[in-house]
């Protein structure tokens, strides 16, 4: 391995976290002590578990539950080059009304934008953004050079203060993979914190923090746990698969590594930490296995926006179109759910 | 309403289409026992299933003097390469009908759908595929150019995994030129008779495979007859004495594979997450009734409490109850007997000062059911952790080093299996090299291939099945005493059949 030495005394970030769990050894070297201490993750045995819990039958009223449940959890995304306010417009009327056949249908959690894009999805929420809704819609935007990363800290931290500034509830930061898979855990580590501090609003408060660790750059479970607690100790909110740009994206092998930290976090600290999935969840099947996993292994307790969300676009249709087979007894077709 | 209620979710019993009474399958045709017959229940809610025909002597005569004419008429005569066409017709035939094979077994056995129909169905598929692609390659068996089969080969298998076992003993036996006559557990005899149907669909030449059906008298009776050349037993180690005790002296060539106590070995740089896995699989799949289960867990001291904790609140997700519904995790255990031995054993362990914790789940009202539990602070001379439970039941024991770790995974009467957890691949070498277990896993547990023998050292039995060296067991060299009966080079489908028996079942085929 090759690290400078002189990088390796250097001080970290004193997040709150890491000065709990690393104790007083906020440095590089603690930190890659602290990460590398971690148990490792044997692939075979992580890909069985994930085809086991894959193979649960939820049926009838569970799968009814089960839909509704995936709605509520969703952050309908738009993030191309080609977004426009009227995009958003519409994206959002969809976060609102899923089904227009169906005023019972629940309400997705938060449409997901790029920054620049913020204005207009708040200007198409009104009354039912979060801020002012007791259950409304939240406004996430994904930030610091998203999706690559490639940026210089004040750049990144320039694109969060902006989206933040202009009302995101949410951001979605990615973190330095490059600097991840060089042995850089500290630099990551301090552009978390950073990322973080940006979060802050003129009023102390924060917008809540997702860290995309891109985990089909990352490559081994290893490199994802470590990551997945590298995020965490810095301040994350929530740590996110993927941002939708790679693949593999989301998978449901890494969701449960993932998940496996965040209840490992929870058993040491009693806090909790959220994790969304993103990218390649495109059926009610495959959203049905992901709800198993969370409830199988950190518990249905996490089964709420605060912890569990979908990133994708073309999920709600699928779940829609279910939901509406579950309703009626037959299956209809794309032409009975809104393009967006 | 909690989401971890999951609604039902049973695998329908409309596939099957049993029978309400079994005869035996003796050359190619049902006939009735006349042995006094007895009910096989579902142990899930004691209902009862078929009425299954007992095989006295003289029934099981008439399925040796079948096998025998089987043997030298047809099926040793016939080339490898046609057997194999039988086999692998075999083998398909339980693919297109597994999903009725798997509720048939999950019915009668009482272990889940998901374990019968992702494991036990899709094995016993694998085993006749691969031993259908020896039949015509016999000599590259590792016993030189052109060996020989034995003959008839008498079969006792247990009921844990009905329709496996008698795949891991008729596959290799066919696939050598040998004909059987098999007897399955008296409490799981359904599969092996829906498997009759498979060789009559098959059009398998009568008399290749017969099956006997009864109690342990039964058994008896097929494994002291004279005219048999090999005994194939799975099954518990007193049995198993007693087979070699009645074998010895005579000409019939013996396997055993008998019980097991496997250590499963837990280092504290496993890989903590899967290594619970591995701990819940190897203990807890098939209820414990898995020979070569995982039921003396040997933890790291230094990662006990951890390794406890994790493995409480995984147990307590597990889900207990209907075998058939999809969802199932732990299914009923088999027997009443059985449950019985189970609950003798676990308080056993009470009064010798183990800590006993049981997972909570409901347990129905009727059937055999037992919950999943462990015991802590289990020494070495515990008997939960020298004798056999065969239930749900692990005997947790530490060690401090790999050599202790060595010590007591080796300080067993049997030697059937073992399980490695490391994420050092020195480590995992240098421990499987010292011990003395027939099957050894590292990072995982009760995973099989037919292309991988299984065999136990010391009490657990001799012989190997699976793999080339399972076909050793049905073979001999070619230059034994006796002349070679292989020789045509097809006999093929056309042989003759002797006259059939004027004794054909006279049982209805309705429901």
């Known amino acids: ?340 | 309403m909690s989401f971890l209620e999951y609604a039902p979710a049973p695998e329908s019993k409309a596939i099957l289409n049993l029978k309400s009474e079994y005869g035996l399958f003796i050359d190619g045709e049902f006939v009735d026992g006349r042995g006094e017959a007895f009910a096989t229940i579902s142990p899930a809610d004691e209902q009862r299933i078929a009425t299954i025909s007992t095989a006295d002597a003289a029934d099981v005569d008439d399925a040796v003097a079948a096998a025998r004419r089987a043997y030298e008429n047809v099926w040793s005569r016939m080339s490898g390469r046609d057997r194999g066409k039988y086999l692998y017709r075999i083998a398909r035939l339980v693919q297109e009908r597994s999903r009725e094979l798997a509720v048939a077994e999950s019915l009668d056995n009482g272990k889940p759908i998901k374990e019968s129909r992702d494991v036990d169905v899709p094995l016993v598929a694998a085993w006749f595929f691969y031993y259908a692609g020896w039949a015509d390659k016999l000599d590259h068996a590792g016993l030189g150019p052109a060996p020989r089969s034995l003959g008839v080969a008498g079969q006792v298998i247990p009921w844990n995994f009905p329709l496996l076992m008698l795949s891991w003993k008729i596959a290799p036996a066919l696939a050598a030129g040998n004909t059987v006559v098999l007897k399955p557990a008296e409490t799981t005899s359904l599969t092996a008779l829906l498997f009759a149907e498979i060789v009559q669909q098959a059009d398998l030449p009568a008399g290749v495979v017969n099956i006997v059906t009864g109690a342990g008298e039964t058994g008896r009776t097929l494994v002291e007859h004279p005219g048999i050349d090999k005994v194939a037993f799975t099954g518990s180690t007193a049995v198993g004495r007693q087979i070699a005790r009645s074998v010895a002296g005579t000409h019939k060539k013996l396997t055993l594979e008998l019980g097991g106590k496997a250590a499963n070995i837990v280092f504290d740089d496993a890989p903590i997450d899967q290594a619970i896995e591995g701990i819940v699989n190897g203990i807890f799949f098939n209820q414990g009734h898995v020979c070569c289960a995982g039921s003396r867990l040997l933890v790291q001291e230094s990662i006990h409490d951890e390794v406890i904790e994790r493995l409480k609140s995984r147990l307590s997700t597990l889900r207990l109850g209907d075998p058939l519904d999809k969802n199932t995790d732990i299914g009923a255990i088999n027997s009443a007997e059985q449950l019985q031995r189970i609950r003798e054993l676990t308080a056993v362990g009470e009064a010798e000062g183990a800590e006993r914790w049981s997972a909570d789940c409901v347990i129905p009202e009727n059937g055999f059911w037992f919950a999943p539990t462990i015991f802590t602070n289990v020494s070495t001379s515990h008997r939960i952790a020298r004798d056999e439970i065969f239930g749900p039941v692990l005997s947790v024991l530490t060690f401090r080093t790999p050599a202790e770790a060595i010590a007591k995974a080796n300080n067993t009467p049997y030697g059937l299996s073992a399980g490695i957890w490391s994420d050092k691949g020195s480590r995992i070498l240098a421990v499987a090299d010292k011990l003395r277990a027939g099957v050894i896993w590292a990072n995982t547990f009760n995973r099989f291939d037919p292309a991988s023998p299984f065999g136990g050292y010391k009490e657990s039995g001799y012989g190997r099945e699976g793999g080339r060296h399972g076909l050793a067991a049905y073979l001999a060299p070619a230059a034994s005493s006796a002349p070679r009966a292989e020789a045509a080079p097809s006999a093929g489908r056309v042989a003759a059949k002797p006259p059939r028996s004027s004794r054909r079942s006279t049982k209805g085929t309705d429901k």
């Open chain 1, 1 to 340: 391995m090759t690290i400078n030495t002189q990088d390796h005394g250097r001080a970290i970030a004193p997040a709150a976290r890491a000065l709990d769990v690393l104790g007083g050894e906020t440095t590089e070297a603690g930190l890659r002590r602290y990460l590398e201490g971690i148990p490792g993750v044997d692939a075979v045995g992580l890909e069985q578990r994930a085809a086991a819990l894959a193979t649960r039958s939820i049926k009838t009223t569970s799968k009814a539950r089960a839909l509704d449940t995936i709605i509520s959890l969703i952050d309908l995304t738009t993030l191309e080059g080609a977004d426009t306010p009227g995009k958003v417009r519409s994206l959002v009327a969809k976060a609102v009304t899923p089904d227009a056949a169906d005023p019972t249908t629940p309400r997705v959690a938060a449409v997901c934008v790029y920054g620049d894009m913020v204005p207009a999805a708040l200007q198409a929420l009104g009354s039912a953004h979060a801020g002012a809704a007791g259950n409304g819609i939240a406004v996430a935007a994904v930030a610091t050079a998203f999706p690559s990363g490639r940026a210089s800290l004040p750049v990144k931290l320039a694109d969060t203060a902006d989206a933040v500034a202009a009302g995101a509830d949410e951001i979605d930061m990615v973190i330095d993979r490059g600097a991840f898979l060089a042995g850089r855990y500290g630099q990551v580590f301090d552009q978390i914190v950073a990322v973080k501090e940006a979060c802050r609003r003129p009023d102390g408060t924060y917008a809540h923090l997702k860290v995309i660790l891109e985990t089909g750059e990352l490559n081994t479970y290893d490199n994802v746990r470590r990551a997945s607690w590298l995020a965490i100790l810095a301040g994350g909110d929530f740590i996110k698969t993927s941002t939708g740009k790679v693949s593999p994206a989301a998978t449901l092998p890494v969701t449960l590594s993932m998940l496996e930290v965040v209840r490992d976090w929870h058993r040491l600290t009693g806090e909790k930490i959220g994790v969304k999935p993103a990218g390649g969840i495109r059926s009610s099947k495959d959203a049905i296995r992901y709800l198993v996993t969370v409830a199988e292994t950190v518990g249905e307790q996490w089964l709420r926006p605060e912890l569990f969300r979908f990133g994708a676009s073309s999920l709600l249709n699928d779940v829609l179109l279910q939901r509406q087979k579950t309703l009626t007894g037959h299956y209809s077709g794309p032409d009975y759910v809104t393009i967006d």
